[in-house]
């Protein structure tokens, strides 16, 4: 233990060293730091687990060590980045130059570095395995989570005798009777199929994206997300900027905006029996003589006296 204590140290103080490459807060070496690692192939039914772990950390508190190469690393390393949580990212190869948004700001506001583990020693004859990314990590952190294990899987391999290793508990792929469909929808994108489930289980409902993507070759790729409810208006809300941004319009608002161009007329030219007919539904679901009037682009006497006219008022 001592010896690895001992590597641990060089190799911090190797990755402090100005000419190592890395970008972001070298200070987040000094915190007690976890580590995450997970199989590459993790059945979905382990996400939710893997996800809810995420959720419950503290940015004040806890620090994480991760990687971005497997699908699994690159969901909670966003998730990681959304709650705020310090991180560490190892990369098994050069540090990239330019990152996406979501990163800069957490390289903006300290809380985030990111090495790789050749430093500056990285050229076209330097292959790193992620094997040799994982012992670095490994290395590194003051404890481990494991995601989800594959039996007899390299990971197994890499964790065998090593203290501090906690594996999140599996949970089994089979349904059970409080994990059912709730609500399906299905819409066609160019790029593929995109499924709205909301699903129940022993704990809570969520909603859970797929999106189907044709990869070519007849294949097909499944990307999914996974929403608790307490988090959908904050999603929605999110959903309306983008709309918003865009200025897109839903299709009830198209609709209304056809229906008051064909259907309204105006104060100079006289009523016809399709728009009497809206009138009158309209005053029947409870629109106000004031919203009648800038419906129909009318005045709020020509909306009354109309209606008395149809027997709809006295």
Same mark, same amino acid.
């Given at each position: &233990?001592?010896?690895?204590?001992?590597?641990?140290?060089?190799?911090?103080?190797?990755?402090?060293?100005?000419?190592?490459?890395? /970008? %972001?807060?070298?200070?987040?070496?000094?915190?007690?730091?976890?580590?995450?690692?997970?199989?590459?192939?993790?059945?979905?039914?382990?996400?939710?687990?893997?996800?809810?772990?995420?959720?419950?950390?503290?940015?004040?508190?806890?620090?994480?060590?991760?990687?971005?190469?497997?699908?699994?690393?690159?969901?909670?390393?966003?998730? $990681?980045?959304?709650?705020?949580?310090?991180?560490?990212?190892?990369?098994?190869?050069?540090?990239?130059?330019?990152?996406?948004?979501?990163?800069?700001?957490?390289?903006?506001?300290?809380?985030?570095?990111?090495?790789?583990?050749?430093? +500056?020693?990285?050229?076209?004859?330097?292959?790193?395995?992620?094997?040799?990314? +994982?012992?670095?990590?490994? $290395?590194?952190?003051?404890?481990?989570?494991? %995601?989800?294990?594959?039996?007899?899987?390299?990971?197994?391999?890499?964790?065998?005798?090593?203290?501090?290793?906690?594996?999140?508990?599996?949970?089994?792929?089979?349904?059970?009777?409080?994990?059912?469909?709730?609500?399906?929808?299905?819409?066609?994108?160019?790029? %593929?199929?995109?499924?709205?489930?909301?699903?129940?289980?022993?704990?809570?409902?969520?909603?859970?994206?797929?999106?189907?993507?044709?990869? %070519?070759?007849?294949?097909?790729?499944?990307?999914?997300?996974?929403?608790?409810?307490?988090?959908?208006?904050?999603?929605?809300?999110?959903?309306?900027?983008?709309?918003?941004?865009?200025?897109?319009?839903?299709?009830?608002?198209?609709?209304?905006?056809?229906?008051?161009?064909?259907?309204?007329?105006?104060?100079?030219?006289?009523?016809?029996?399709?728009?009497?007919?809206?009138? &009158?539904?309209?005053?029947?679901?409870?629109?106000?003589?004031?919203? $009648?009037?800038?419906?129909?682009?009318?005045?709020?006497?020509?909306?009354?006296?109309?209606?008395?006219?149809?027997?709809? /008022?006295?």
């Amino acid at each position: &233990m001592l010896h690895t204590v001992s590597k641990r140290s060089t190799f911090i103080v190797n990755i402090m060293n100005p000419s190592t490459e890395k /970008i %972001g807060n070298a200070q987040l070496l000094k915190l007690n730091k976890t580590a995450f690692l997970c199989s590459r192939k993790t059945p979905e039914s382990q996400e939710k687990v893997i996800f809810d772990w995420v959720k419950q950390l503290n940015p004040m508190i806890d620090c994480i060590l991760c990687g971005n190469f497997s699908e699994m690393e690159q969901k909670v390393f966003t998730l $990681l980045l959304k709650y705020k949580i310090p991180t560490i990212l190892v990369m098994p190869n050069a540090v990239a130059k330019r990152w996406d948004k979501d990163v800069e700001d957490a390289l903006n506001e300290k809380r985030l570095l990111i090495f790789s583990i050749w430093g +500056n020693q990285i050229n076209d004859e330097v292959m790193c395995s992620s094997n040799d990314r +994982n012992e670095v990590i490994l $290395l590194l952190a003051d404890k481990t989570i494991i %995601g989800y294990c594959r039996e007899g899987g390299k990971i197994e391999k890499q964790i065998k005798g090593k203290d501090n290793i906690e594996i999140l508990p599996i949970k089994q792929a089979s349904i059970k009777k409080y994990d059912r469909d709730l609500f399906n929808v299905q819409i066609s994108s160019h790029s %593929g199929e995109v499924y709205f489930d909301i699903k129940k289980d022993e704990q809570e409902d969520y909603l859970k994206i797929t999106q189907s993507k044709y990869t %070519g070759n007849n294949e097909r790729r499944r990307e999914k997300i996974f929403i608790a409810r307490s988090e959908l208006i904050e999603f929605r809300d999110a959903i309306n900027k983008a709309i918003d941004y865009w200025n897109l319009e839903t299709k009830e608002k198209s609709v209304k905006k056809v229906r008051k161009t064909e259907l309204a007329g105006n104060a100079y030219l006289p009523w016809e029996k399709e728009a009497d007919e809206y009138l &009158m539904s309209l005053y029947k679901e409870g629109k106000s003589i004031k919203e $009648l009037a800038e419906i129909f682009e009318r005045q709020r006497g020509a909306i009354r006296s109309r209606l008395k006219k149809l027997g709809v /008022i006295e």
